[in-house]
């Protein structure tokens, strides 16, 4: 097993190229690969009803602690009273570390609007402006921050089968100090940016517009993979019991 934290940049490289082409071809992999991709797209269509949703983030928990295991090919939907479950975990975790920058941009602004007030002058404009530059900045970094972070939640979830490990520094700082998880991560994310730019192609006909969900759900599964695979190579990871299995209940 290769020890990811200790490679040399030019082999980090070469191992984020082959997890990216090894991620692009994993929801493909399988028998039963076609009907999965139609199933989560479907569910992603009629993901304004929301509680398909959930189901969508319940195979993709269900898919990381697949790859986290050692399993060569995607899961498939079933057991969905589990899936059910498992998303609603992950929507859960997600909503929270997302509530972060929200509450600390929102209280910065209106600590900027309640000190400074109107702008009456050039300086007080001038000053209003450069902080809610600075707000806005700090938000950005904050909503990056939450999105290197959750993903690195949900896996702690996943491996102690309790959502309270999500938010425990125990349970994150093995992963989010670690250039392994950091590599995955950035090819997920890499996936994710690419995924935008076919949506955003796909999106400029109607026929198009109806094929995005399937897009975004097989990017979806893409990067659990990605994330799944970084984890499962973290010696300090890897060395601990499998994962739970599907269905348990924290």
Not at 47 to 73: C, D, H, I, W
């Amino acid at each position: 097993m290769t020890d990811v934290a200790a490679a040399t940049p030019a082999r980090l490289l070469s191992r984020s190229v082959i997890m990216f082409k090894e991620a692009i071809s994993y929801p493909q992999d399988g028998d039963s690969a076609v009907k999965t991709i139609a199933i989560g797209g479907a569910l992603l269509f009629l993901s304004f009803l929301v509680v398909p949703l959930f189901f969508v983030f319940g195979y993709v928990v269900r898919s990381l602690r697949a790859v986290m295991n050692g399993e060569t090919t995607p899961p498939e939907f079933d057991e969905w009273g589990d899936l059910g479950i498992d998303g609603l975990k992950a929507f859960a975790i997600g909503f929270v570390y997302s509530l972060v920058p929200t509450v600390i941009t929102g209280t910065a602004l209106f600590l900027t609007v309640a000190t400074f007030g109107p702008s009456e002058t050039v300086f007080s404009g001038v000053i209003t402006g450069l902080l809610l530059t600075v707000a806005a900045l700090g938000m950005l970094a904050i909503s990056l921050a939450a999105v290197y972070i959750v993903p690195a939640a949900v896996v702690a979830s996943v491996r102690t089968d309790s959502v309270a490990a999500a938010f425990s520094p125990s349970d994150l700082r093995p992963l989010l100090f670690s250039r392994t998880y950091a590599t995955g991560w950035v090819v997920a994310f890499g996936i994710s940016l690419l995924a935008g730019v076919v949506v955003s192609v796909l999106s400029a006909t109607v026929v198009g517009s109806v094929l995005t969900p399937f897009v975004v759900f097989y990017a979806y599964v893409a990067g659990a993979y990605a994330i799944g695979t970084a984890v499962r190579e973290m010696p300090e990871i890897a060395s601990e019991p499998a994962t739970p299995a599907a269905g348990s209940v924290a």
